[in-house]
C-alpha cells in the first residue's frame, strides 16, 4: 500500500478514528479530574573532598564523582530509609519510603538531585528534610576514617528542600497530549483490521481483477430512486456509457440479447435491467425487457403493468407470446413474469425457452432479461447461457469477493459470454466516490450578453 492508499483508509475510517480520539480524551479527562494528586519535593546536594594543595583538586574530584552512584544507592539504604519509617508525620513504611525516593545525578558533575513524592505534600516535604539530615549525616560518618578526624567528604545542600507548587501528577495537557496520540494509534490499527478483514468490492480496479472482464461503468446510487432519475442525473449517465459499451460489442458481433443478473439479491440488478431497456429504446430501437425472475417476479410492479400473465405462462404453454406482451412508452415492451410456477429452473432450460429466445430475437432489435441471481439458483445461469452477453451487476461495499468469484464460476460453467460488469450503487461522497460533473450535466449557464447576443462556452 502506498501513501495514498493509507490516506484513504484514513478518510474511509475517519468516524472510527475520531471516537477513538474521543474516548481516549474522555479517559484522560477523567483522569485528570478523579486521580489522586502526587506532590513532589527537590532538593540539591553538593560533594566536595577538603584538599589543602592545587595539585589535589582533580584527584578529589573524581573521588567525589565516582562515589555519586554509591550515594544514590545510599539514600534508600537501611543505614538512611530505616529510621524515617513510621516516625510522626511521616507514617509511610521502609517499602514505601524507598518508592518514593528518586535520584539523579547530573553528568559529569558531583551534584545530585533528589525528589521525594508522595500524595500528601506535607508529609512529602517533611519526609525529604528528614531524609535530607539523615543522608549528610550518614555520607559523613561513613567517609571518616578516623573519629578523631574531620570525614573526607563533604555534602552541602545548594538547593531546597523545596516543595513544588504543583502536583506532579496527574499532568493534564501532558495526559490529554498522550490520549491523543494513543487514540490516533488506536483508531489507525483498528481502521487497518477493518480494512484489511473488509472483503467486500469497493473500487472498479479491484472488480475488473476479480471478474477478469472490464467494468463497464460505475453506476452511483440516485436519491430519487432507480427509476425515476432525471435524464441529466449522474445514474442516468453512467447507464448510458452502459449502453454505449454493449452497442460497441453489438457492433462487432451477434449481441441482441443481454442477460443482466448478480451474486446475490439486492444488488440493483432490476433496476439496471430497466434502466438500460428505457436507454435502449430512447436510442430509437425497438426493445423488449422481460423479467426472468420467475420465483419472485418484480417488473411488472416496477413499471405499472398487469404481472398475472407473462413468461411463465408462455413456457407453459398456457398464452401465446403476442398476447402477454405490454407496451410500455414509445419503443419498449414488457414481458412481465406472470404467476410464480413450481419449476423455474426447468422451464427457463426447456427447449420452449430456446423457442421463445429465437423469436423475441427476430421481432426486436434488443432483449433484456432481468434475471435471478446467481448464487441462490440455477435460474440465472440458464439464461445467460441463450442469451448473446451477460452483465453482472455488483453492489459498491455490500457484495464480497468471494461472491463476485463465484458468480463468475457459474457465467463460465455455461459457457456465458461476460460482456463486463457494473459497479452499482457507489458512493456519492468519500474517498470511493465517483467524479461528480454535476455543473456540466445540468446545462449550459444563460448567456451575459444582452438581448440578441451570444457567446460560446467551453466544453
Given amino acids: 500500500m502506498g501513501l495514498r492508499d493509507y490516506l484513504r483508509v484514513a478518510r474511509r ?13 474522555g479517559v484522560a479527562l477523567g483522569v485528570n479530574l478523579y486521580a489522586t494528586p502526587v506532590y513532589a519535593a527537590r532538593v540539591t546536594f553538593f560533594f566536595s573532598t577538603p584538599s589543602s594543595g592545587g595539585g589535589g583538586i582533580a584527584a578529589a574530584g573524581m573521588f567525589s564523582t565516582n562515589r555519586l552512584s554509591t550515594y544514590a544507592a545510599l539514600l534508600t539504604s537501611d543505614e538512611v530509609a530505616a529510621p524515617l519509617a513510621g516516625t510522626p508525620g511521616v507514617d509511610l513504611d521502609l517499602e514505601e519510603i524507598r518508592e ?11 551534584i545530585m538531585n533528589v525528589v521525594v513524592e508522595d500524595r500528601d505534600p506535607n508529609r512529602t516535604l517533611l519526609l525529604l528534610t528528614r531524609l535530607s539530615r539523615s543522608f549528610v549525616a550518614a555520607v559523613q560518618e561513613l567517609e571518616r576514617p578516623d573519629p578523631a578526624e574531620p570525614s573526607s567528604v563533604k555534602v552541602t545542600i545548594v538547593s531546597g528542600p523545596a516543595l513544588d507548587e504543583d502536583p506532579v501528577s496527574p499532568d493534564p495537557l501532558n495526559n490529554l497530549a498522550l490520549a491523543t496520540v494513543a487514540g490516533l494509534v488506536v483508531g489507525a490499527i483498528g481502521s487497518v483490521g477493518r480494512e484489511v478483514a473488509d472483503n467486500t468490492v469497493r473500487t472498479a480496479e479491484a472488480l475488473q481483477t476479480l471478474a477478469s472482464a472490464p467494468v463497464l461503468a460505475r453506476v452511483p446510487a440516485d436519491p430519487a430512486g432507480p427509476f425515476v432519475s432525471p435524464s441529466t442525473s449522474p445514474r442516468t449517465e453512467a447507464l448510458r456509457e452502459v449502453r454505449t459499451r454493449v452497442q460497441c460489442a453489438a457492433a462487432a458481433g451477434s449481441v441482441k440479447t443481454l442477460a443482466v443478473t448478480s451474486a446475490v439479491p439486492g444488488e440493483g440488478r432490476s433496476a439496471t435491467a430497466c434502466g438500460l431497456a428505457l436507454l435502449f429504446a430512447e436510442a430509437g430501437q425497438r426493445v423488449l425487457v422481460v423479467d426472468a425472475e420467475l420465483r419472485h417476479p418484480r417488473l411488472g410492479a416496477f413499471l405499472g403493468r398487469e404481472d398475472a400473465a407473462g413468461l411463465s405462462t408462455v413456457l407453459d404453454g398456457t398464452a401465446p407470446l403476442e398476447q402477454v406482451l405490454q407496451p410500455w412508452g414509445a419503443g419498449l ?7 410464480t410456477p413450481p419449476n423455474p429452473s426447468e422451464l427457463l432450460s426447456s427447449p420452449r425457452m430456446t423457442e421463445l429466445v429465437d423469436e423475441v430475437r427476430r421481432r426486436f432489435d434488443v432483449v ?19 442469451a ?13 469477493s468471494a461472491q463476485v468469484t463465484d458468480a463468475v464460476r457459474a457465467l463460465h460453467a455455461v459457457n456465458a459470454t461476460l460482456l463486463g460488469c457494473v459497479l452499482n450503487m457507489v458512493a456519492g461522497k468519500g474517498p470511493d466516490a465517483m467524479p461528480r460533473y454535476d455543473s456540466y450535466l445540468s446545462g449550459p449557464k444563460p448567456s451575459p450578453r444582452g438581448r440578441g447576443g451570444w457567446s460560446m462556452q467551453a466544453a
Avoid: K, Y
Fill in 100 to 110: 518514593a525516593i528518586t535520584a539523579e545525578i547530573v553528568p559529569d558533575t558531583v
Fill in 368 to 386: 433484456i432479461f432481468d434475471c435471478p441471481p446467481l448464487l441462490p439458483v440455477t435460474d440465472a445461469a440458464v439464461v445467460a447461457a441463450r
Fill in 13 to 25: 475510517n475517519r468516524w472510527l478514528m475520531a471516537a477513538s480520539v474521543v474516548v481516549a480524551l
Fill in 388 to 400: 448473446d452477453g451477460t452483465l453482472l451487476v455488483v453492489r459498491a461495499r455490500r457484495t464480497t
Fill in 333 to 339: 415492451w414488457l414481458l412481465a413474469g406472470g404467476r
